[in-house]
């Protein structure tokens, strides 16, 4: 069974990249969140093995709900074409990928993510 993965990105261009990438790499997409909202919902309901996360929803970070999925036991990968500069230094440790990024870079985030579980 593939991997159920959560899409959390403003730009619906740049999720809809990264949902075809995911699928093209054989992970099962859990759905896209566009929204703070939408993300938080979709963290609490749906059955998700790990989350990428824009870091900046729409002038809105998304660390409520990378809290939420970790209470959950969820690693989240953040995204930011800030990079780990953008990042809160209270996940520091967290996978950050710089967008954009290529396809063999979101897997390898993916496959560090799973093994670690962070």
């Given amino acids: 069974m ?3 993965i959560l899409v959390v990105e403003d730009e619906m261009s740049i999720a809809l990249m990264i949902e075809d990438m995911l699928t ?7 759905g896209l969140a566009l ?5 938080m919902e979709s963290a609490r309901l749906e059955r998700i093995d790990l989350a990428i996360l824009d870091i900046n929803l729409d002038g809105r970070a998304s660390y409520p709900v990378a809290e939420l ?4 036991g969820v690693p989240v990968i953040f995204a930011s074409g800030y990079g780990s500069a953008g990042l809160d230094p ?8 710089t967008k954009p990024f290529m396809q063999a870079d979101l897997r390898q985030a993916i ?5 670690a579980g962070v």
Avoid: F, N
């Fill in 2 to 4: 593939s991997a159920r």
């Fill in 24 to 30: 093209d790499l054989g992970y099962e997409v859990a």
């Fill in 35 to 39: 929204r703070l909202p939408q993300a």
């Fill in 69 to 72: 999925l970790e209470k959950r």
């Fill in 90 to 97: 209270a996940y520091s440790d967290h996978i950050t990928l």
């Fill in 111 to 115: 496959d560090k993510a799973l093994a």
